[in-house]
Nanobody, 113 residues
Framework: QVQVVESGGGSVQAGGSLRLSCVASEIIFRANTMEWYRQAPGKQRELVST???????HYADSVKGRFTISRDNAKTTVYLQMNSVKPEDAAVYFC???????WGQGTQVTVSS
């Protein structure tokens, strides 16, 4: 069975930092772009960031300069480093394998004032 598992969510103060992790099955991870999505209550799921197998990255305008995506192929893990967190960043964050129906269970990020 293909596994995609996120971790690292929690409560963070506005302006603080949080690091999310996503571990995926090696056979899927190495050959595909990995993506982070987020979804707040009552809102559509939105793409936050992507990283290709070769390490090319893209970011939503709303997180540029604050979030950093990276991958460790040896650990089959993708990370999302969230800095200067804003209240608007509060959401459930999902790890997704690009182009495939494989999603993580989601990890909740709450931002306090």
């Amino acid at each position: 069975q293909v596994q995609v598992v996120e971790s690292g969510g929690g409560s963070v103060q506005a302006g603080g930092s949080l690091r999310l992790s996503c571990v995926a099955s090696e056979i899927i991870f190495r050959a595909n772009t990995m993506e982070w999505y987020r979804q707040a209550p009552g809102k559509q799921r939105e793409l936050v960031s992507t990283i290709s197998p070769g390490g090319s990255t893209h970011y939503a305008d709303s997180v540029k300069g604050r979030f950093t995506i990276s991958r460790d192929n040896a650990k089959t893990t993708v990370y999302l480093q969230m800095n200067s967190v804003k209240p608007e960043d509060a959401a459930v964050y999902f790890c997704h394998v690009g182009g495939l129906p494989y999603w993580g269970q989601g990890t909740q990020v709450t931002v306090s004032s």
